[in-house]
């Protein structure tokens, strides 16, 4: 799992990456099912004991106990719970710093045998069955601008341009779930906007989306208007919801249908207020469950309309079509084979594209090229179009992925990418590729084809007036690896600030290796400079060239723990290719945790090594990734809180 704060104090060490490159596959663990789980558990348990507790008590606990944590590290909690969320950020940095001998420090006199610390190591890595079996917390997520915009498109057929004015999300592993004053007058006066567009003027004749919402004939006299607006209410309430209402909430509902006629409002005008109030409503602008179980349980599965909307909101960004609805009506939605027959459905229609523009944009980093800086005089090039056109071909190239079933790896090692005219000439292809329209096109130059090789990535990774071998390399570390690598230490200097003097007949790559002689950036830089080296020969916008801007060769020469060498782009992408379980793996985690709207922790790490099982056995394919995240227990299921609310309290 991804884990923020593993690395040792000044810089970092890399053993989990290095573990990755140089280790067999068959070293990674297992996954555990139900029917051993027990038995793990207990072997953890033992193991802890034996080996963990007697271990950390002799060598860790006088720096990092209760009367002394050094570096604000303190094992204590962790021996006391050592299968929590929070412990298992102590172990992992533990695991790290043991692995890389660089704890216990060499000056200590306590130093273990080269036995005791691997019978420590191994016995880290069973920790995770301590964890108990918990689908993690359950985020009740406001729709995002996006998400909101297509929802009210697929209410009302209205431009989902209607949501521009709201503010961007911020990228992340999860949602904000608040609402400021002015979002809750923004989300009013949308609303506003929306009935307008969609609801006749008081008198003149109902449109045909009016009569589809309220009923194509006035209530006749003698009619009980409140059960007539009851229905209307109800059936307002399933679309907006995306479930059925409770009784509570049409109540609520017809209060302000109530409130309406007792002000005069004629019958059309106080349905109108209450599909105003629908629209501003926590249950429409959150995705929430429809009632709280009653059984007294703390974890229950989701029922069918929230499968359907955490599902259809996943895949594509939008509120549950006819088919998953009617899936969710009929209580068949959670059935594995049902659910996974509707991934497959859902992937193949043009709006799961939205996964791209939701989680691909994400990953990939490609979120804020759009408006990126760029010296205009070195790169007059990047301009509105081709910035589009780069995150196009990144789009199509996803969508083809996930919509051939392709292995991961292709994200890597493809032999194809997207192009048109613009997008052509930074590969050299202008006079093969013409004009604006985006097309397939196979590449011959090995060096090429992937995400690593990519322009848009390669300029996003890059400072406005030239590459970055520092910043491509944490890129390829962090999204494509799934490390985490921390940021500098204070005090170190930019390369722009080094002596200009010293420096002015190195290459930007002997530049860049000064930052090995200070002891502090020496274990990162061993680890990324090689990775951003690799990748050299593409300038800051991802065009092929042989020098530098000082003039000189580039050396895209390199070397990674196990022995790895390389010597150009063509042959770092192999190497980071053959590790297909790693890459598999981080693109699983981060799906997983983007699904969930949280960070992966306890229990998940063992839910990710049983969706590996599965995904390895069938060749890491990409919709095999989607549909076992989809199926898998923490997606399916949700923890109730202590102090649980009821829905229509949803903040």
Avoid at 464 to 475: A, D, E, I, K
Avoid at 596 to 606: A, K, N, T, V
């Amino acid at each position: 799992m991804t884990v923020p704060g593993i690395f040792s104090s000044g810089g970092i060490a890399l053993t989990l990456f290095a573990f990755a490159i140089a280790a067999p596959p068959e070293c990674l663990a297992e996954p555990a099912d139900d029917r051993d789980f027990a038995a793990l558990q207990a072997n953890a348990q033992k193991s802890f004991k034996d080996e963990v507790t007697p271990f950390v008590t002799t060598y860790c606990l006088d720096c990092h106990g209760n009367k002394k944590s050094k570096g604000g590290l303190n094992f204590q909690p962790a021996l006391k719970h050592p299968g929590d969320s929070a412990s298992s950020k102590r172990w992992m940095q533990a695991f790290v710093n043991v692995s890389a001998h660089d704890m216990p420090p060499e000056e200590e006199d306590k130093q273990p045998t080269e036995e005791e610390r691997q019978k420590f190591l191994d016995s880290i890595g069973q920790i995770k069955f301590l964890s108990p079996k918990d689908p993690g917390p359950f985020v009740i997520r406001r729709l995002t601008k996006v998400e909101y915009g297509n929802t009210l498109h697929g209410l009302f057929g209205v431009d989902p341009a209607v949501a521009q004015e709201l503010p961007d999300e911020v990228f992340g592993e999860g949602y904000l779930n608040t609402l400021s004053p002015l979002q809750s007058e923004q989300y009013l006066a949308i609303a506003n906007e929306v009935l307008d567009r969609i609801l006749a003027p008081q008198d003149a004749p109902p449109t045909a989306v009016q009569q589809r919402l309220f009923g194509a004939e006035m209530p006749k006299p003698g009619t009980d208007i409140r059960a007539e607006a009851k229905k209307v209410a109800r059936s307002l309430a399933r679309n907006a919801y995306r479930r059925p209402p409770s009784e509570e909430e049409l109540e609520v509902l017809l209060g302000v249908f109530d409130l309406g006629r007792a002000n005069h409002l004629p019958y059309p005008s106080a349905l109108r207020l209450m599909l105003k109030a629908v629209l501003v409503s926590p249950q429409f602008l959150y995705i929430t469950p429809a009632k709280e179980t009653g059984t007294g349980q703390t974890i229950v599965p989701l029922d069918d309309h929230q499968l359907a909307s955490r599902l259809s909101y996943l895949l594509w960004a939008t509120m549950p079509d006819a088919e998953l609805s009617a899936l969710a009506d009929g209580g068949t939605l959670h059935e594995p084979t049902v659910l996974k027959a509707q991934v497959k459905r859902m992937l193949l229609d043009p709006r799961s594209r939205a996964l791209f523009d939701g989680f691909g944009t994400q990953w990939l980093g490609l979120g804020d090229l759009q408006s990126k800086t760029f010296d205009t005089a070195k790169f007059p090039q990047m301009t509105s179009a081709l910035r589009m056109a780069m995150v196009e071909e990144a789009r199509l190239f996803f969508d083809s992925i996930v919509r051939e079933n392709r292995s991961v790896v292709s994200f890597v090692d493809g032999d194809y990418t997207f192009l048109n005219g613009t997008l052509a000439a930074l590969y050299g292809l202008e006079k093969t590729v013409t004009g604006p329209k985006m097309r397939r096109v196979t590449l011959t130059n090995a060096n090429r084809g992937g995400i690593l090789g990519m322009p848009g990535i390669l300029a996003t990774t890059s400072f406005p007036n030239r590459t970055s071998p520092v910043r491509r390399g944490v890129w390829v570390l962090e999204q494509v690896l799934g490390e985490r690598v921390p940021p500098p230490p204070p005090n170190v200097p930019a390369l722009e600030k080094q002596d200009q003097k010293k420096v002015a007949n190195l290459t930007l790559r002997q530049r860049t290796e000064l930052h090995r002689t200070n002891t502090v950036c020496a274990n990162c830089h061993k680890i990324l400079d090689p990775i951003g080296f690799g990748l050299e020969n593409f300038d800051a916008i991802g065009r092929w060239r042989d020098q530098d801007d000082t003039g000189g060769a580039i050396d895209a020469a390199g070397e990674l723990p196990g022995g790895k060498h390389f010597s150009s782009p063509r042959e770092l992408k192999a190497i980071i290719a053959g590790r297909k379980d790693a890459l598999a793996r981080n693109l699983t985690e981060k799906l997983l945790a983007y699904a969930l709207c949280r960070q992966l922790e306890g229990h998940d790490e063992i839910v990710v090594d049983r969706l590996m099982a599965t995904v390895a056995k069938d060749g890491y394919r990409m919709q095999t990734v989607i549909s076992e995240v989809v199926t898998s227990y923490p997606f399916l299921n949700r923890r109730i809180p202590e102090t649980a609310t009821s829905p229509s309290h949803a903040k």
